[in-house]
């Protein structure tokens, strides 16, 4: 284990942004099979800011942290291209710490998200665009429509996963020319069934677009971000078709749960 590595672009040892309602020390593996062109890490995903180091190191400095955090959560990039490391990690904290393991996905790895899944308590996967409507998918992640047509089975295999998990939290980025309103609601529409058989906790979170000094394209970077009423208001449309808690989560109001459910719009 002393001589096992993994390549991350760095870490936070205490985070109040990556699992809702709760602190985190947060890690950011390098690299991803996605070329989302709106995309905040891409310094992560290409390996810009990559370090190698050892997996015991990663492991002692989240045991240093440990009291002070409700979960390790692992982001990137997609952490999954480094399967064994990811792996190594999680089972070292899930074996030796009574600190509960987090992970944030593009859900397109279900073989190798499976071996983990049983070592974690909260998972994030990002809907980048409705499954009605793989050429969006394909213009939100910068690749080809044959390989979404490969990823999105994937996906929806990942989030069939995910009913077993005891935090699961769904995410879609209002993009700007990608994701709007109808794009929400359509996701929300293909998501329905899914979460309908979920047992456990559920979430979705409507994420406002910013435009980080880190996206590589150009475009995304002069983008305005979207307007946070917008961000809200689209929230409470989405709670009107999900039986699930929504979240809208802005720069200018940060995470708040929606005030709408689907519950109290069906019965007033």
Same mark, same amino acid.
């Given at each position: 284990?002393?001589?096992?590595?993994?390549?991350?672009?760095?870490?936070?040892?205490?985070?109040?942004?990556?699992?809702?309602?709760?602190?985190?020390?947060?890690?950011?593996?390098?690299?991803?099979?996605?070329?989302?062109?709106?995309?905040?890490? /891409?310094?992560?995903?290409?390996?810009?800011?990559? *370090? #190698?180091?050892?997996? $015991?190191? =990663?492991?002692?400095?989240?045991? @240093?942290?440990?009291?002070?955090?409700?979960?390790?959560?692992?982001?990137?990039?997609?952490?999954?291209?480094?399967?064994?490391?990811?792996?190594?990690?999680?089972?070292?904290?899930?074996?030796?710490?009574?600190?509960?393991?987090?992970?944030?996905?593009?859900?397109?790895?279900?073989?190798?998200?499976?071996?983990?899944?049983?070592?974690?308590?909260?998972?994030?996967?990002?809907?980048?665009?409705?499954?009605?409507?793989?050429?969006?998918?394909?213009?939100?992640?910068?690749?080809?429509?044959? /390989?979404?047509?490969?990823?999105?089975?994937?996906? *929806? #295999?990942?989030?069939? $996963?995910? =009913?077993?998990?005891?935090?699961? @939290?769904?995410?879609?980025?209002?993009?700007?020319?990608?994701?709007?309103?109808?794009?929400?609601?359509?996701?929300?529409?293909?998501?329905?069934?899914?979460?309908?058989?979920?047992?456990?906790?559920?979430?979705?979170?409507?994420?406002?677009?910013?435009?980080?000094?880190?996206?590589?394209?150009?475009?995304?970077?002069?983008?305005?971000?979207?307007?946070?009423?917008?961000?809200?208001?689209?929230?409470?449309?989405?709670?009107?078709?999900?039986?699930?808690?929504?979240?809208?989560?802005?720069?200018?109001?940060?995470?708040?749960?929606?005030?709408?459910?689907?519950?109290?719009?069906?019965?007033?």
């Amino acid at each position: 284990m002393r001589d096992e590595y993994i390549y991350v672009a760095g870490w936070k040892d205490l985070s109040l942004v990556d699992v809702i309602e709760a602190t985190s020390f947060t890690v950011w593996m390098n690299f991803c099979n996605f070329n989302c062109p709106w995309c905040s890490n /891409a310094h992560v995903a290409k390996g810009l800011e990559k *370090k #190698k180091i050892r997996i $015991i190191e =990663l492991y002692e400095k989240v045991r @240093e942290a440990s009291d002070f955090i409700d979960y390790f959560h692992v982001t990137g990039g997609e952490p999954t291209l480094q399967p064994k490391a990811l792996y190594k990690i999680f089972k070292m904290i899930y074996d030796n710490l009574d600190l509960p393991n987090s992970l944030d996905t593009n859900g397109s790895n279900p073989e190798y998200y499976s071996k983990v899944v049983n070592m974690i308590k909260h998972v994030a996967i990002d809907i980048k665009a409705p499954f009605s409507k793989p050429q969006l998918y394909a213009k939100s992640t910068g690749l080809n429509i044959r /390989a979404i047509n490969f990823f999105i089975p994937r996906i *929806k #295999k990942s989030l069939d $996963i995910s =009913l077993d998990v005891d935090f699961f @939290e769904l995410r879609t980025t209002l993009v700007p020319n990608i994701i709007g309103e109808e794009e929400t609601l359509m996701i929300a529409r293909d998501l329905l069934p899914i979460v309908n058989r979920g047992k456990k906790r559920i979430v979705f979170v409507i994420q406002q677009f910013i435009p980080y000094s880190n996206i590589a394209s150009e475009e995304y970077r002069n983008t305005s971000r979207t307007p946070p009423d917008l961000v809200i208001d689209i929230a409470k449309k989405v709670a009107e078709i999900l039986p699930i808690e929504i979240y809208h989560r802005t720069l200018e109001y940060g995470t708040k749960k929606c005030k709408v459910t689907f519950s109290k719009v069906r019965h007033t």
